[in-house]
C-alpha cells in the first residue's frame, strides 16, 4: 500500500526555521515528482515547491522563494522541505504529495507548522 509519511511541524517563533521530512513506502520514489503543499485555515491548499525525479529541477511558489528549500534523497524515499525564515503567514499544515505522471498520485496526511509572531 502506498503511503507517505510526514513530520518535522511544530511551533517556531518568527523568523526561525523546520525542516519537514516525507518518507515513502510502496510505491516508486525515485520515479515520482514530488510537492510539497500548505493549506491555511479558510484557505485553499496551495503549492509551495516541487521537486523533479533525479532533483536537479525544483519550483517554488512566489510567496516562499529564497525561504523554502526542496531536496530529496532516492535511496532513502525521503523528500524534505526547509522552511527558513519564517513568518505567521507561513501557519498551515503542510503536505506532501508523489506524482508518477500518468499513473498515480498520493497524498501524505500532512504535518502541522505554526508560526508565532
Known amino acids: 500500500q502506498a503511503q507517505l509519511v510526514e513530520s518535522g511541524g511544530g511551533l517556531v517563533q518568527a523568523g526561525g526555521s523546520l525542516r519537514l521530512s516525507c518518507t515513502a513506502s510502496g510505491l516508486a520514489f525515485s520515479s515520482c515528482i514530488m510537492n510539497w503543499y500548505r493549506q491555511a485555515p479558510g484557505k485553499e491548499r496551495e503549492l509551495v515547491a516541487s521537486i523533479s525525479i533525479d532533483g536537479r529541477g525544483t519550483n517554488y511558489a512566489d510567496s516562499v522563494k529564497g525561504r523554502f528549500t526542496i531536496s530529496r534523497d532516492n535511496a532513502k524515499n525521503t523528500v524534505y522541505l526547509q522552511l527558513d525564515s519564517l513568518k505567521p503567514e507561513d501557519t498551515a499544515v503542510y503536505y506532501c504529495?508523489?506524482?508518477?505522471?500518468?499513473?498515480?498520485?498520493?497524498w501524505g496526511q500532512g504535518t502541522q507548522v505554526t508560526v508565532s509572531s
Open positions: 504529495k508523489a506524482v508518477r505522471p500518468l499513473q498515480y498520485d498520493v
